[in-house]
């Protein structure tokens, strides 16, 4: 499956929308990535995953530990597939931490996945979480990268697909001075009960 067979698959799925977005980074763009309605659909979400296992199988890891809420469903698929474990962070008072009873031995080795990079501040919020708790990271993978080469970590970096999309900083957004409504389809602000 190429670069293209799969953002057919983001289409297809109305998964790949066009619009006037906040992303979870406060950028606006007229693009957004739901792989949420891509991961609806496990026979789907395994073909495409799949792919991506092809290029990480090599690492060394125990877990997986994914930023909630995109990364959740994208990092269970990974691990069933790698046979590895698999947990997630969530942000508690705008901090990104373990909860649920989950843990991580010292020096445990953790992938951390994300569906989609636009700036990498919950991939790095992640990361913090799993080195407060003595996780060892090796590496970080993504479905989609939308950063165009902005998002920068200190671990190596294996987004599955690279798409280019405009982003905007509020101030400066074409989209706005247009009048074109703002949509906010993403978690970062979802409260914790």
């Not at 992938?111 to 799993?130: M, N, P, Q, R, Y």
Request: charged share 25%; proline share 4%; hydrophobic share 40%.
């Amino acid at each position: 499956m190429d670069k293209n067979e799969i953002l057919e698959i983001y289409k297809k799925h109305n998964a790949l929308l066009k619009g006037h977005f906040l992303l979870s980074s406060g950028l606006h763009s007229d693009t957004y990535l739901q792989s949420a309605l891509v991961m609806q659909y496990p026979v789907i979400a395994e073909e495409i995953i799949n792919e991506l296992v092809k290029e990480i199988y090599h690492l060394k890891f125990t877990t997986i530990v994914s930023p909630a809420i995109g990364g959740i469903r994208f990092g269970y698929e990974l691990a069933r597939l790698l046979k590895k474990r698999a947990i997630f962070t969530e942000r508690v008072d705008g901090t990104m931490t373990l909860r649920r009873g989950f843990t991580i031995d010292s020096d445990e080795k953790i992938l951390i996945a994300e569906d989609v990079v636009t700036t990498g501040k919950s991939t790095k919020e992640c990361i913090e979480a799993v080195k407060k708790h003595g996780g060892n990271v090796v590496a970080i993978t993504s479905l989609i990268d939308r950063s165009n080469g902005q998002a920068k970590f200190e671990y190596p970096f294996f987004p599955l697909l690279t798409v280019n999309v405009k982003t905007y900083a509020p101030n400066e957004c074409p989209l706005c001075k247009k009048g074109i409504p703002l949509e906010k389809p993403g978690s970062r602000f979802i409260k914790n009960s």
